[in-house]
């Protein structure tokens, strides 16, 4: 691109920016996400207006791609990345005007896996559609997801693993949910190459989710399904 056709995004209106700011994320440009979110704050819009119509909006697209084989995990986490540039500014402004999330998640690797790629892009695209993730990072013990559910009053607990030899591990965490007695508390979602439907189906899980995109549609729908059984 010469000079001439670069893009001032100050000198664009608020609608033509945020389609701007769209195909910026799509390209996964963490600048010039981050330099859209600093204008659209500078010209008076409010955090939250700012996360849901510009970041989510432009995820939502990434998500659609991603899960009709257009995008691919690289270019995913690159507008993941740029998304995450865009959150880091307004985290802290919308932990002071109170902005609603869809629901709370923690998620981690399973003991003696430590495999992240993609737990940490779950967790993004899960940020992306509007929930709050606690990331437990890998290498996780049944009493880290446990405790940090309690503690965080999670609505999700969703458990990654990438080898054959660690995914046995997931029953073991939600054994001891059941033996706790609040196993209904928690929404659980796995995930992970080596799994598939039916491992889920056996060790207990709500769900399992071949990949992010399916990862936010499931989440969404059982939270959407927790809400009609505790209004019920
Ligand atoms: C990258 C990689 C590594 C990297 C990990 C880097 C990192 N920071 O994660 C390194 C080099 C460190 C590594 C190490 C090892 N690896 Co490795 N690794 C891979 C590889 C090539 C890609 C994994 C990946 O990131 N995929 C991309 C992401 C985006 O896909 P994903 O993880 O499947 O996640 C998606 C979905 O599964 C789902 N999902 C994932 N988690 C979750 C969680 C939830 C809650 C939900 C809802 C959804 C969800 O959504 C994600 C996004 O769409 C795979 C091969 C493969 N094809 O999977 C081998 C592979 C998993 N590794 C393997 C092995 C054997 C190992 C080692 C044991 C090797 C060794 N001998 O040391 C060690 C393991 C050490 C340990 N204790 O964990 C084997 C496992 C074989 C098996 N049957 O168990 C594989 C399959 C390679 C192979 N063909 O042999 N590995």
């Known amino acids: 691109m010469s000079d001439e056709d670069e ?15 769209f195909d910026d994320l799509y390209d996964g440009m963490k600048e010039e996400i981050e330099e859209g979110v600093t204008i659209l704050l500078d010209r008076g819009w409010p955090p939250y207006r700012v996360l849901t119509e510009a970041l989510v909006g432009g995820m939502t697209i990434v998500g659609i791609d991603f899960r009709d084989g257009i995008l691919f995990v690289p270019e995913v986490l690159l507008a993941a990345n740029a998304m995450k540039g865009g959150m880091a500014i307004l985290k802290p402004l919308l932990a002071e005007t109170g902005a609603p999330t869809i629901g709370k998640m923690v998620i981690g690797t399973v003991k003696g896996d430590i495999h992240d790629i993609g737990k940490n892009l779950v967790g ?31 609505d999700i607990i969703g458990m990654s693993a990438l080898l054959t030899t660690t995914m046995p591990y997931m029953k073991v965490v939600i054994d001891t949910l059941v033996a706790e007695g609040i196993r209904d508390d928690y929404i659980v979602l796995v995930g992970g190459a080596p799994l598939n ?10 769900a399992y989710c071949r990949d992010a995109a399916v990862a936010v549609e499931t989440a969404k729908e059982w939270m959407t399904r ?3 059984r505790m209004s019920a």
């Open 226 to 228: 927790k809400h009609n």
């Open 124 to 154: 993004m695209m899960m940020e992306g559609a509007g929930f709050e993730v606690v990331d437990l990072g890998i290498n996780n013990a049944a009493d880290a997801y446990i405790d940090s559910a309690k503690a965080e009053k999670a």
């Open 197 to 206: 439907e039916e491992f889920g189906k056996a060790i207990g899980a709500d």
């Open 7 to 21: 893009i001032i995004l100050s000198e664009l209106n608020d609608e033509e920016l945020v389609a701007q700011m």
